[in-house]
């Protein structure tokens, strides 16, 4: 429980639930999995790499963001923390 295959992951539809709103929105597929720091050898967060509408987001594979992964189903839910997407579009 709580590891997935990167396979199973690429291609999944990513929503996001924005806060306040019960109301999913699509964000797009998962088109790659980084882990940074890894030619370092170190162990940073995984990163689901998202193509949206408005270009590459960047998505910690984390339990308070990814809040449900349902690779069956090909589908992940998320909720972003605030600036998220700001911090991404820089």
């Known amino acids: 429980a709580g590891q997935h295959f990167v396979a199973d992951l690429i291609g999944c539809l990513v929503f996001e639930m924005p806060h ?11 088109r790659d999995v980084q882990f940074p720091g890894e030619e370092e050898g170190l162990r940073g967060t995984p990163l689901l790499d998202v193509e949206t509408s408005q270009g590459e987001l960047l998505i910690p594979l984390a339990e308070g963001i990814c809040l449900r992964i349902d ?20």
């Open 71 to 90: 690779t069956a189903a090909r589908r992940i839910e998320v909720l972003l923390p605030e600036g998220l997407r700001d911090l991404n579009s820089e």
């Open 20 to 30: 306040g709103v019960s109301e999913l929105e699509l964000l797009g597929p998962v």
